[in-house]
Each structure stands twice: as structure tokens, then as C-alpha cells.
């Protein structure tokens, strides 16, 4: 039988980067401003021109930019902390070059009374197709692959409890993910919802892979979009490794930091919230 393989849009895995050969390279460091400490995994890119790239964990960031790009401008963004945004053609004359991003003010946690006793609710796709998957493949290991799926509450108080998305066949035994929180509009991700950084180490195998929320004390109750944000890391080789898909519904995804979100019908991304209602 031949297999069907879901290329969880073909269009975004191969399409999109930055292929010119007349480019040149910002090298550089992202820093808290105030006690220089790095900071890391920040997501630098030219918005909507899906050239980007994210920051090492000791926020030290490489990017190449085609040169029809250099009267562009260059955005820096971390969930915790202001946007920062600087045309290309200041940042090619400093050196050393360094990002230094101010912390946002930190918001209490809304408090939310309930009148009967909440229950605990699975949201989104909790199947997946053993014939259909979403392969991960990456030109620049430096450049992110980013998956959301819509998680409609429709106005309810909800407490986060898990996140849940399926993985086939990973190369490695650990991979990092950040997990982003968007508003939904005009069923595409837009602005952050969440302003706590959700970065995970975690060990992984072909099947489920479950992340804890529960210690975030996140509590929702508008729709949103769920990120699935792969980091990949300084090494040479970059681990391969699937989506879980499903026919039916739509998958949203980009593949730079930054970059445009596209949306293809026929299938969907096999990930799901477990949640308090």
C-alpha cells in the first residue's frame, strides 16, 4: 500500500526561504537590559517577509539576509519582555552588535469564581492517521518551524492543565519546544496572549507527547491558538521528526520567526488541550 504522507502544507516546508546569493550576515547578542545577562530563544526576523531566524540559548543569533532586504527592518521579540524593531542599515554598522529588550511589567492573574464545580475537558484533535504526518525538514538549523492549533473556549473560565501534540519517529531522545499563546483573529494567530516564557527540554518518543501547563497557572477564556514552536539548537545535524495529522480541518503553521502564518485545508495538526471548565 502506498502511503499517503502530510506534508502539513508541502508549500511551507520547502517554500519560503531565502535562497538569493547576495545576502549578508548580522551576527550579534540579545540581552536584558539593565544587568546585560543573555537572554535567550528571542525570535528575530523582518515581519510578514519570512526571513528570520531565533536566538541560542545564550542569545547569541546569526542571520542571513538577502540583500533586496537591507532598507527592511529587523524585529526582536520575547514573550516577557518589549518589542524591539531597528532597520537593517543601523545594524549592519555596529559592532559589536547587541539587543538589549526591556522587561514588560508582570500582570496578576485574573481571579475567576465559578458557580458549580468545574470539569476537566479534552479540546482539539485527539486522533491522529497512521498513514498521514507533517515531516520537519529544515534548511537552516537556525531557522524555527512553528505549528498552532485553534483551541476554542467560547467565553468559558478555563484553567490550562496539559498540552498534548503527536510525534513521529524523532531522531533524538530530547528536543525543546516553546509553547505561544495567540488571539485568534480572522482564524489566523496574531498578538500573544500569554506573557510567560514556556520553554521545554523535554525527553521525546514516536507517540504522545504530553507538557504540563498546570505550574504556568494559566487561565483563559477566550479562543486562542496553541504554538508548537521547535527550537533547534547549535548542532550540525538537525533532528528529524513528524507532526501527527489527521484528515479534515485546516493546519496553520510558519517556518521563520516572525514570518506569515499560512493556512491549508484537508487536514489538521493532532495536538489538543487538556483543561478545567
Known amino acids: 500500500m ?9 508549500a511551507l516546508f520547502f517554500g519560503g526561504l531565502p535562497t538569493a546569493f547576495a545576502q549578508f550576515t548580522l551576527v550579534g547578542q540579545v540581552q536584558v537590559q539593565g544587568t546585560q545577562q543573555p537572554l535567550p530563544f528571542v525570535n528575530i526576523g523582518i515581519r510578514g517577509k519570512n526571513t528570520g531566524t ?14 533586496e532586504r537591507q532598507l527592511d527592518t529587523l524585529t526582536f521579540s520575547a ?13 549592519r554598522s555596529r559592532h559589536p552588535l547587541i539587543i538589549r529588550l526591556v522587561e514588560k511589567p508582570t500582570l496578576l492573574r485574573e481571579v475567576v469564581i465559578r458557580a458549580k464545580q468545574p470539569k476537566t475537558r479534552r479540546i ?7 498513514f498521514l504526518w507533517g515531516q520537519v525538514q529544515r534548511k ?9 492549533k485553534l483551541i476554542p473556549l467560547a467565553g468559558k473560565p478555563t484553567e490550562l492543565l496539559q498540552a498534548h501534540i503527536f510525534l513521529r519517529y524523532p531522531t533524538e531522545d530530547s528536543l525543546t519546544f516553546r509553547l505561544n499563546f495567540y488571539r485568534a483573529d480572522q482564524d489566523l494567530p496574531t498578538t500573544r496572549l500569554v506573557e ?3 520553554v521545554v527540554r523535554t ?10 501547563l498546570a505550574p504556568y497557572a494559566l487561565a483563559l477564556q477566550t479562543d486562542f491558538y496553541l504554538g508548537f514552536e521547535f527550537l533547534p539548537g547549535k548542532s550540525a545535524s538537525v533532528p528529524s521528526f513528524s507532526y501527527g495529522g489527521q484528515f479534515g480541518g485546516s493546519a496553520v503553521s510558519r517556518t521563520s520567526s516572525l514570518g506569515t502564518w499560512k493556512r491549508e485545508p484537508g487536514a489538521s495538526l493532532s495536538a489538543y488541550v487538556t483543561v478545567r471548565q
Open 203 to 212: 525527553a521525546v518518543k514516536n507517540g504522545w507527547l504530553t507538557i504540563e
Open 54 to 67: 531565533v536566538a541560542d540559548a545564550d542569545g547569541s543569533f546569526q542571520l542571513r539576509v538577502p540583500i
Open 2 to 10: 502506498k502511503y499517503l504522507r502530510f506534508y502539513l502544507l508541502t
Open 124 to 130: 482539539g484533535t485527539t486522533t491522529h492517521n497512521p
Open 196 to 198: 510567560q516564557a514556556l
Open 140 to 148: 537552516d538549523s537556525h531557522d524555527m518551524v512553528e505549528f498552532a
Open 79 to 91: 514573550v516577557g519582555y518589549q518589542e524591539q524593531a531597528w532597520p537593517l542599515v543601523q545594524l
